[in-house]
């Protein structure tokens, strides 16, 4: 059964940063494609940030220069580095797994940007 279990959210001032983490189990992760999303009240989900199994990574631009996403197959585990956090950064973010027609998603873990 796949799992994924998001962790590092909280609550920070602006311009702070955070580090999202994201395990997997249940799955061989080296073959997926990760991705985080959010979704804050009222919008939709939204893509953030996704790596491919070869590590090639992509931004929104919304976040682009100031998030990074990366992985580390041995420990099944993806991470997001977020920097220079806004107010409108706040959302739960979700961690997904994909492959082919395959998707898993996280319970997600809430970020909220305030003084």
């Known amino acids: 059964q796949v799992q994924l279990v998001e962790s590092g959210g909280g609550l920070v001032q602006p311009g702070g940063s955070l580090r999202l983490s994201c395990a997997a189990s249940?799955?061989?992760?080296?073959?997926?494609?990760m991705g985080w999303y959010r979704q804050a009240p009222g919008k939709q989900r939204e893509l953030v940030a996704r790596i491919t199994s070869g590590g090639t990574a992509n931004y929104a631009d919304s976040v682009k220069g100031r998030s990074t996403i990366s992985r580390d197959d041995a420990k099944n585990t993806v991470y997001m580095q977020m920097d220079s956090l806004r107010p409108e950064d706040t959302a739960v973010y979700y961690c997904n797994a994909a492959l082919g027609a395959l998707r898993a998603w996280g319970q997600g873990t809430q970020v909220t940007v305030a003084s």
């Open positions: 249940g799955i061989i992760f080296s073959i997926y494609h």
